[in-house]
């Protein structure tokens, strides 16, 4: 089946940086990929999404990024804020979720 | 609009018991899932369903059943709760390119 995985488990940044979470996956046929944000102890919540035929897109203070050469997304947040602070998951269709990514913001 | 409604939030169970786990959406969505979250963990496909009378394994079904009769809800029926069984449990409903997730059932099986 898919195989979803992210690279960092982890990541901490100071309010005002930009963040970039990272996200591999294996199936190259996948056609669109989506961005969720789960807060604690709260369901996923959509933010972005991106088609294959596409490599770029943004949203408000988010962008996403497709390469699907090397089959790598990557999420940027720009002057993150505390609000931030989630586990940020990427998933091809919404049906294959991998480990996830927890962005910690500190002041 | 209430989106995806989930019931309980909470529950504790018995090692042995059942329970069924009530998810309802209001968006006339054809496609409806069912995930558990372990902590520290992503979400896992347990069941899915394309429509109403239609319904498939995920990557962990054991132990679990679903029935989807109408368009609006997909219960999850645990039969005999096993302490593995303990996580969060989300159900979400599919848009035409957005999941809507409901706010979790926390099950604990002692």
């Known amino acids: 089946g898919e195989s979803v995985g992210l690279h960092l488990p982890t990541l901490s940044v100071q309010e005002g940086d930009n963040s970039i979470i990272n996200c591999a996956y294996s199936?190259?046929?996948?056609?669109?990929f989506i961005w969720y944000k789960q807060e604690s102890g709260k369901g996923p919540q959509f933010i972005i999404d991106?088609?294959?035929?596409?490599d770029k897109r943004q949203g408000q203070r988010v962008t996403v990024l497709l390469n699907k050469t090397v089959k790598h997304l990557s999420l940027q947040i720009a002057a993150t804020q505390p609000g931030d602070s989630a586990v940020y998951f990427c998933?091809?269709?919404?049906?294959?979720f991998g480990k996830g990514t927890s962005l910690l913001v500190t002041p | 609009n209430a989106g995806v409604t989930q019931t309980p939030k909470f529950r504790i169970l018995k090692i042995g018991q059942s329970m069924t786990l009530q998810c309802t959406q209001d968006?006339?969505?054809?496609?409806m899932y069912w995930y558990r979250q372990d902590p520290g963990m992503g979400l896992k496909l347990i069941y899915y369903?394309?429509?109403?009378?239609?319904?498939d394994k995920g990557e962990v079904p054991n132990g679990y059943n679903v029935s989807r009769s109408t368009t609006e809800d997909f219960p999850l029926r645990l039969e005999l709760a096993a302490p593995s069984q303990t996580s969060v449990y989300f159900c979400?409903?599919?848009?035409?390119?957005?999941?809507?997730f409901g706010q979790g059932t926390r099950l604990t099986v002692v």
């Open positions: 998933a091809p269709e919404a049906l294959n």
């Open positions: 199936n190259s046929a996948s056609d669109y």
């Open positions: 991106i088609r294959s035929n596409m």
């Open positions: 968006m006339n969505h054809n496609y």
């Open positions: 369903s394309v429509g109403a009378g239609i319904t």
């Open positions: 979400a409903s599919l848009g035409d390119t957005e999941a809507f």
